[in-house]
Structure formats: structure tokens, C-alpha cells
């Protein structure tokens, strides 16, 4: 994963229970109402990273996930603007509890970045606080959340285990290792479904399960990438697939020369694993232990040579196993 | 024929004529006529009296049951190693339909109260872990008054390397009888009693308990819902199963894991994030469904995609359970108690 996207993959990691990752803000009572979520903010408008919700209190944190190390000095003083009701608008988020809504806008980061990150706070004069996400720890800084439970939370570091999950793996500023990387299986699982062809704009629905997170401009930078990537994939492996880019009046197309699928079962993993080579898996050398050989053929020659107690007839039709 | 005559011609089994059932899953899209047809041959199926119950004229025929839906029952009396490899055949060449593949301790508790007379055990970690001596294989099979104790014995000493393929037990009930009955991780069942419905019975709760595992994780998958303003809403979350022995070489695992190879037949290129972790944007080629990998040495992060089967989940598990840790678990308490003896 780039390091640019572990911060809002943190945040949903960290309202995500059942994992190996911690769900701190699980614990506290929050879970994730939106990612990627427009909303009023003073006199504009600004596009919140992630909503979390506590609906028991009633507390909105508003968290914006920095891939990078500067502070937007404009669209930290619109943080500092949001209104919790127009929040609960715009990610629909359902209200259980009667009584007063709460707003804290919390900046995530990487830990690298966690100093830059607070001048630039101070220089846009807001206070808010930030977590900074490291590969085993997530710190606290800045100002304290206003949440008891959650300045308690985050009192000491909190120990990860390496990268969170990868919810969003790519975003449209990924680069294009990260988008074959993702594209190739949407292309290897169209070929075991026997499809013929696909258009670049199903491939990018097929391959980037997050793709509704974007508004349309973002959306159709990343199906220009996912048909690169297949453009990509086509060049390197041309006994497998073709690209087709596209026209005035016709979507890019991938055609699927190879049918994997048509060939006999031990060719069939054959293929797949050449599909596998072409798209850059190296190839590993055997794994065989001379030992276990020596064993088997031990074994082997054993069995060949009968059953010493003569015992070995079954008496009953077969049975259930393997 | 009927449901009824079904019943009948079952009625009595003998030790040349045995009950065997299997039990497939399948995605019919509503429609099982067609796809019994398909894969089983327009010519062969006869319809009945009961419009889920199909008659196959192969060499020895078979029933096909589908009422439940999902899980199809697939009943005959013809010899297990005549009817085997056809219905392999065919689960192959579709992917609409696949096995059960049962958990562990699910083989471990069939019927409430049923002795155990035969077990094997089967465990092989080639090409998932290598150590100084190779890999690690057991193989064990007991029967009559060794069974019971040898279930216990390979759990208590074997831990990681304790994984049940197959059961045999015997059971009664005031309404039925007795039963002998054999069953296997991948959905086979081998019966001799006094009711063949004691033995429908008993498939039925095995499945039971299977279908509740496989549709927990399917409610547990992942789901960007859009919203209305703009953005969109997360829902599920991944699968992460917790091993009880490290990987010692988390490359080779890949290597091996994602080489579209059987068991597992998961094809995907391992990209190395670090020393010991990895990523991989997997493709499951037993039904052609996307998934997406993290692997650390002591655990491993399956994101299962909204409208994914959850039957690819539970055979990454069993066959986890046969080829390198019989005693994997599941971090989500509620998913975990699925492939538990103790769910119900």
C-alpha cells in the first residue's frame, strides 16, 4: 500500500472490530458513516476524508486523512467551520439519541509527517487533534479530543501490527504499478469466468470495489488508469490480451485471446501460472527436500513389497473419506 | 416418482447397498432446472412428481435434491467409486457448484450423543512451510474402540497438525433407530441404518450448521454503499485468521498459496511489503470471485467482496486446517464460533 493512503485506511481500520489492527475508536463508541463525504463548511464547502459517528453521545468526529505532509491552510479553517447537523446531513447519518450533536475535526498522518502537520495547524490558527499512524504505534498529539473516552484511548500509544487493512488501496493519484497491481486479477477473474471482452469502465467497476467513493471527475481519472493498466497487461502479454483503446464512439475494450478456462485441468493452472510469470511473478525454485524423497521412496518401496501382517484386505464397501 | 417412492426405494440399505449422499453447493440464480440440466445432462435428468427432486440416468442413477436450495443433496445407493468421480467431474467444469468443505471440529460433532467408531486424520504442510527436516506430514486412521481416544490424542498432541477429514459414527434415536454413519470434510456421506430419515436428518444438520457459518462470513463482507450527498458508507469488514504456529517464510506461503494450484487453486502475484508480510489481489478460480490478501507470520487478512461466496472462506479454512494449521481460528468471535463444535 502507499504510504500516502495508510492514514484514511487507519481511520476505518481503527472503527473496524475483529481485526489484528486495534479498533480503538471502535471501543469508544464510533464507527465509520462515510468516507470521502461533501459537506457545508462556513461559506464553502469541504470533502471530509472520513465521518465517524458515536451514536450514543451524539459526537461527529470529522477526520481528514493527510497523504502528505502539508496542511491546506483554507481547508483546515474550513474543518474548524463544520457544523455537526449539516455532517449528519451529508453522510445520512441516522440520529437514535435525542439531545445536542458534537463536532471534533481530528487530522490523521503519518507519523513521519506528525510535526509539519501541527505547524501547519498553527499557521491556519485551529487547534485540533492529530493522530499519527506509524508501523507499530498510533500516537496522539495536538489538542485533546473533548471525548474523555477517547483522550483516555489514545493516553498512551497504541501498538498496531505493520500496515492497516487496505479498504481503499488505491485512490486516482495512484501510481501505475499500484493500478496493475489491482487491475491484473479483475483481468485473470474475467478470464476464468470465460468472458470474451470487457470495457475498460466495467473493468474499472469489476477491479475497484471502492469506485463509488468518488465524484465523477475522480472517477473517470481512475478508469483512465485502470485501461492503462490493461493496456499494459495486453503489451506484456499479447498471447493473452488484447487491447482495444478507445474511439470516439466506443469505450476502450479488452479481449481475452486465451481461454484458460477450454484447456484440460493440469494445462488449466499451467496457464494460469504463465499468466502469472508474464505479468512479472518471478519464479521460485524448488522446494523438494532430498530427506522426505529419501523417505517416500522408503515408504514406497514398503508398501510395494505387501502388507507384513497380511492384514491390510478391507471387508467393507467403501467409506466416506479421503 | 415422488418424495414418497424416494423414501421407498431407499427404504433399506444394505452393506453392498449403502445410503451415500453428497452435498453440493450451488449458485442457481433461481433457476435449478437448468443448471441440474446443464451439468448433469439434459438427457440424463428426468423430472418427478416433486418439482425439486431430480432423476439422473447415469450408469448407476442418482437423485438429485435441491429443495433446500443452496445445498443440493445428491442421493444414490450405487457404489461410492461409481458415482465419485462423474459428480467430481462436474463440480469441476462449473463453477456454479462446488463441495461443502466442512471445518475441523464440525466432523467432530454430527449427531448429539453418537459414538464415534472410525476417524482419519490428514495433514500436510508441503509447499506452505519448510523446515531443516522438510515438510511435516500425519497421517492417521482409526477404528471401533481407538476412534474416540484418537480424536482426542491428535488434538491434544499434534495441535497445529490435528486436522479431521472424515468420521464414522454410530447414533440412535426412539424415532428412527440406529445408524451408522460416515461423513467427510468435503460434504460425503456413507449411511447403513433401520430409516433413511434419520439419515436425511443427519445431513440436514450438517449443513445446517455449515450454511449458518457460510452465510455469517457472506453478511460479513465488504460493501461501499453510496450515499445520497456524495461519498459512500462502508459496510463489513475483513476476515483475519489467526494462526497457531508462525509462518516461517511468509514468501514461500505466497509463493506456494497463491500459485493457482489445488487444494486451494488461488491465483495471485504475492507482492513482499516487508521482511515477513505481504499483499496479494487474489483471484478464487473455483468460482471466479475476487479477493484481496494481507499475510503476517502469525495471521492472515481475507477480504471477501460484497456479493462474494462464503463457501471460498470456509475451503481456505478447511484446507488451511489439512495443509498448515489444523488449529486456525478466526478473529471475530461471532465468525469464529461457526466452525466451532459447539455451534448450533
Given at each position: 500500500m502507499e504510504p500516502r493512503l495508510i492514514p484514511v485506511n487507519a481511520v476505518i481500520a481503527l472503527c473496524?472490530?475483529?481485526?489484528?489492527?486495534?479498533a480503538t475508536l471502535a471501543a469508544a463508541g464510533y464507527r465509520v458513516t462515510g468516507v470521502e463525504v461533501p459537506s457545508p463548511a462556513g461559506e464553502g464547502t469541504v470533502v471530509i476524508d472520513a465521518v465517524l459517528f458515536n451514536a450514543v453521545h451524539n459526537d461527529v468526529l470529522a477526520a481528514e486523512a493527510k497523504s502528505?505532509?502539508?496542511?491546506?491552510e483554507a481547508q483546515a479553517k474550513k474543518y474548524g467551520a463544520l457544523a455537526a447537523d449539516d455532517v449528519v446531513r451529508a453522510s445520512s447519518i441516522n440520529v437514535v439519541e435525542k439531545g445536542p450533536r458534537s463536532l471534533q475535526p481530528v487530522y490523521v498522518c503519518l507519523a513521519e509527517h506528525v510535526e509539519r502537520v501541527l505547524r501547519g495547524l498553527g499557521k491556519a490558527e485551529v487547534a485540533f487533534p492529530v493522530l499519527a499512524v506509524g508501523i507499530d504505534q498510533v500516537t496522539h498529539h495536538g489538542?485533546?479530543?473533548?471525548d474523555s473516552t477517547l483522550d483516555l484511548a489514545f493516553h498512551e500509544p497504541v501498538s498496531v501490527p505493520g500496515f492497516p487493512p487496505r479498504f481503499i488501496p488505491v485512490d486516482p493519484e495512484s501510481s501505475d504499478e499500484e493500478f496493475d497491481r489491482t487491475v491484473m486479477p479483475a483481468l485473470v477473474r474475467m478470464l476464468s469466468r470465460e468472458r470474451e471482452q470487457i470495457s475498460g469502465a466495467a473493468l474499472a467497476e469489476e477491479g475497484i470495489?471502492?469506485?463509488?467513493?468518488?465524484g465523477k471527475r475522480a472517477r473517470n481519472q481512475i478508469i483512465s488508469k485502470v485501461e492503462a493498466a490493461a493496456r499494459r497487461a495486453a503489451e506484456r502479454d499479447p498471447a493473452t490480451f488484447e487491447y482495444n483503446g478507445r474511439t470516439a464512439n466506443r469505450d476502450a475494450i479488452v479481449r481475452f485471446v486465451r481461454a484458460p478456462e477450454a484447456t484440460a485441468r493440469q494445462g488449466r493452472t499451467q496457464v494460469y501460472q504463465a499468466i502469472a510469470r508474464a505479468a512479472g511473478k518471478p519464479v521460485r525454485r524448488s522446494t523438494s527436500s532430498d530427506q522426505m524423497a529419501l523417505f517416500d521412496e522408503l515408504i514406497d518401496e514398503l508398501d510395494e513389497a505387501g502388507d507384513a501382517d497380511g492384514d491390510g484386505a478391507d471387508d467393507g464397501e467403501e467409506e466416506a473419506g479421503e | 416418482m415422488n418424495r414418497a417412492q424416494l423414501g421407498d426405494e431407499f427404504a433399506v440399505s444394505t452393506p453392498r447397498s449403502r445410503w451415500k449422499t453428497f452435498v453440493l453447493e450451488a449458485h442457481d440464480n433461481g433457476d435449478a432446472d437448468s443448471l441440474i440440466a446443464e451439468a448433469f445432462g439434459r438427457a440424463n435428468v428426468s423430472t418427478t412428481d416433486d418439482v425439486h427432486l431430480h432423476r439422473i440416468a447415469f450408469d448407476e442413477p442418482i437423485y438429485v435434491d435441491s429443495l433446500d436450495g443452496r445445498f443440493w443433496s445428491v442421493h444414490t445407493k450405487a457404489p461410492t467409486s461409481a458415482v465419485a468421480p462423474q459428480l467430481k467431474s462436474i463440480v469441476e467444469s462449473w463453477r456454479e457448484l462446488d463441495w461443502m468443505w466442512l471445518p475441523s471440529d464440525h466432523l467432530r460433532d454430527i449427531w448429539p450423543g453418537a459414538r464415534p467408531f472410525g476417524v482419519t486424520a490428514d495433514f500436510n504442510d508441503r509447499g506452505l512451510a519448510r523446515s531443516t527436516k522438510g515438510r511435516s506430514d500425519l497421517t492417521v486412521k482409526a477404528r471401533g474402540e481407538l476412534a474416540e481416544p484418537a480424536i482426542e490424542f491428535l488434538a491434544n498432541q499434534f495441535g497445529s497438525a490435528a486436522a479431521v477429514s472424515s468420521v464414522g459414527l454410530e447414533a440412535t434415536s426412539e424415532d428412527w433407530g440406529s445408524i451408522a454413519e460416515a461423513v467427510s470434510r468435503d460434504g460425503r456421506f456413507v449411511a447403513h441404518g433401520e430409516d433413511f430419515g434419520f439419515h436425511q436428518a443427519i445431513v440436514q444438520r450438517v449443513i445446517g450448521r455449515y450454511r449458518r457459518f457460510v452465510e455469517s462470513v457472506e453478511r460479513a463482507a465488504l460493501r461501499w454503499v453510496a450515499l445520497p450527498e456524495g461519498g459512500a458508507r462502508l459496510e463489513g469488514a475483513p476476515i483475519v485468521l489467526r494462526f497457531g504456529?508462525?509462518?516461517?517464510d511468509v514468501e514461500l506461503f505466497v509463493d506456494h498459496l497463491f500459485?493457482?494450484?489445488?487444494?486451494?487453486r488461488l491465483w495471485g502475484i504475492p507482492q513482499m511489503t516487508g521482511e515477513d508480510t505481504a499483499q496479494i489481489e487474489a483471484v478464487d478460480l473455483h468460482v471466479g470471485q475476487q479477493l484481496r490478501f494481507d499475510v503476517a507470520p502469525g495471521w492472515m487478512r481475507v477480504y471477501l467482496f460484497d456479493g462474494g461466496c462464503g463457501n471460498s472462506i470456509a475451503r481456505l479454512v478447511s484446507n488451511l486446517q489439512h495443509h498448515f494449521d489444523g488449529t486456525v481460528a478466526i478473529v471475530d468471535e461471532g465468525l469464529d464460533a461457526g466452525i466451532r463444535q459447539t455451534a448450533s
Open positions: 473496524t472490530p475483529g481485526d489484528v489492527y486495534p502528505g505532509a502539508n496542511v491546506d489538542a485533546a479530543f473533548g470495489q471502492h469506485l463509488v467513493l468518488y | 504456529r508462525r509462518i516461517p500459485s493457482a494450484r489445488e487444494p486451494f
